[in-house]
């Protein structure tokens, strides 16, 4: 029997790049490159490395995204993913992570999985939410926040490194598992890849695929909404001094005017 | 007066600090009426009264240690129920932030994580979210259901204020999926006694430029001076110089501390996430040019292995 494993991967705005809001306060698409997003890559690695050590696997890859997305689904699929699914659609526009969820959750179902592996947190909402709503919606159990996992007859057992302790977990399958950067280098697609990535399937699904209500997502369906958003004010310019030899007695007298000695 | 859930936060019985802190802004939308899960969770009740709890949700199972986060889903959806709440406030904390999700869908509504600020409002509470490593400040609300919102520690002050923090038992039937994470072994980290990272009003940071574990105490002798958490960039604990705990940026904590200072941390992007809401920046680098220079309030160029046993010394003698 295969082992289904379906990867969910977001396409982010590029970190280093200049974010900001467009003027309906969701995300500005238009002036910063998209990428996958990097927490993502350990995902895709995770369940690359899982199917390597099943008889028999299938990794698909699945986003919800505008159309530029499917340059986060070709990422993947040169990393190794079998195939993709893209779901696309325009009254998809500003979808929150109750909204997302729903989406994600249903075309899992409908791609059908034995286990679904997601990225920590994305780097640009960064709740680290998803996958918890994705094991609450498809009623199967969460194995988070892992920094070591592996799948061996039905059952998925990882370690989960929290603030005051270090867990090991274990749920049967179907499961819905999160990977942290801590899981191990995300492999560099190779030349070879690439290429075989032009080949590989990506299916779209619309809303009306997954039998979705277009009221139930987007920004009017939105179940939060975001009244306004403002840059940051520029920080003044601080005092830098270069150190003469006397820069960390420099330093304790600032610290001592603020109070903090 | 309206009620409002808070999820306590708590080790055996000792409450956490971001707790008493969403004491204080559940304040500001209603009657604050904590749930506390797990062992020593009455032990919590006379903190969180004189923290403003009228009342204390409290229950013990072994399924809250041996499984992961669904039976405490099952017992605040148990409270939520018991109690109609305004709003439901949780820490953000990676376990509470999961406990708020899965909340939300049960309950039919919207999540807000990572709160720096709550108010009350015309239509319902506004979240202050500080978004894109901060160089964004939004105001949010949840526009369907009851309002789940976790917040960052060090969002609000803790304020005493006496309320009567009656104990009550809460009711819990676990449902199917609550034993379906089990947790097999836990390993307790052991405490340095230093004040933790997310909490800690002051935290003193080193990078790469710390060049090697050896040399982080003298990092940490700068931070016991100042009584600070140590924090540490990626780049140093992904060369095993100092514990993954201790990462702060966007895959580490975030934190937002009175006072930060960098040492040998050049500023990228990902480590300002976790920082940059920090009140006073102070950083030492040997790079004029680095970008962390950028944020600080004030900087020194030089380095940081004449810079900070100078300073470390400079402020033991003051303290002495
Ligand atoms: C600055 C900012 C703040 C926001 N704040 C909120 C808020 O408070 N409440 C709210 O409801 N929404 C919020 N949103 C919207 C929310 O981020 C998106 O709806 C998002 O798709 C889900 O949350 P996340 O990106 O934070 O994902 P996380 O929960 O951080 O993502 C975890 C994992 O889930 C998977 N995943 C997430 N999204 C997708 C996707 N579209 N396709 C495939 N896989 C995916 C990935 O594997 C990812 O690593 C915010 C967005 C931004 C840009
Ligand atoms: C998805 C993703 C997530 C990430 N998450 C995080 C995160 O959570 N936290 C994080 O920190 N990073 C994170 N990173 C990594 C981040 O991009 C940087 O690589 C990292 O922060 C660099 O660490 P650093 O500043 O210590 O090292 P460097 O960038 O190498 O800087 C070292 C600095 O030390 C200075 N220096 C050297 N010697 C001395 C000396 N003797 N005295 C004084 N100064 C000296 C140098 O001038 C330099 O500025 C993430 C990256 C990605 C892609």
Known sequence: ?261 | MAEVLVFVDHVDGAVRKPTLELLTLARRIGEPVAVALGNGAADTAAVLAEHGAVKVLTADASEFADYLVVPKVDALQAAYDAVSPAAVLLPSSAEAKEIAARLAVRIGSGIITDAVDLEAGDQGPVATQSAFAASYTTKSRVSKGIPVVTVKPNSAPVEPAPAAGAVEALAVSFSAQATGTKVVSRTPRESTGRPELTEAAIVVSGGRGVNGAENFHIIEALADSLGAAVGASRAAVDAGWYPHTNQVGQTGKSVSPQLYIASGISGAIQHRAGMQTSKTIVAINKDAEAPIFDLVDYGVVGDLFNVVPQLTDEVTARKG
């Open chain 1, 1 to 261: 029997m295969s082992l289904r494993i379906v990867v969910c991967v977001k396409y982010v705005p590029d970190a280093t790049g200049d974010r900001h809001f467009a003027d309906d306060l969701t995300l500005d698409r238009e002036d910063v490159d998209g990428l996958l997003s990097e927490l993502d890559e350990y995902a895709v690695e995770q369940a690359l490395q899982i199917a390597d050590a099943a008889d028999d696997a299938e990794v698909t890859v699945l986003t919800v995204g505008p159309e530029d997305a499917k340059d986060a689904l070709r990422k993947a699929l040169s990393m190794g993913a079998d195939k993709a699914v893209h779901v696309e659609d325009d009254d998809l526009h500003g979808t929150d992570a109750i909204g997302t969820s729903l989406v994600l959750a249903k075309a899992i179902e409908k791609t059908g999985y034995d286990l679904v592996i997601s990225g920590m947190a994305s780097t640009d909402g960064t709740m680290g939410v998803v996958p918890a709503l994705l094991a609450e919606r498809l009623g199967v159990p969460q194995v988070t926040l892992l920094s070591e996992v592996s799948v061996e007859g039905g059952v998925v057992r990882g370690r989960r490194d929290g603030d005051s302790a270090s867990e090991q977990l274990e749920a049967s399958l179907p499961a819905v598992v999160s990977v942290t950067d801590q899981s191990g280098e995300a492999r560099y697609p190779s030349f070879k890849g690439i290429m075989a990535a032009k080949k590989k399937p990506v299916e779209s699904l619309d809303l009306d695929d997954l039998g979705i209500d277009a009221d139930e997502v987007g920004l009017g369906g939105s179940w939060t909404a975001v009244d306004s958003a403002a840059a940051r004010p520029a920080r003044t310019a601080g005092t830098i001094v270069k150190d003469e030899g006397e820069g960390g007695k420099a330093l304790a007298e600032f610290l001592a005017g603020q109070k903090f000695v």
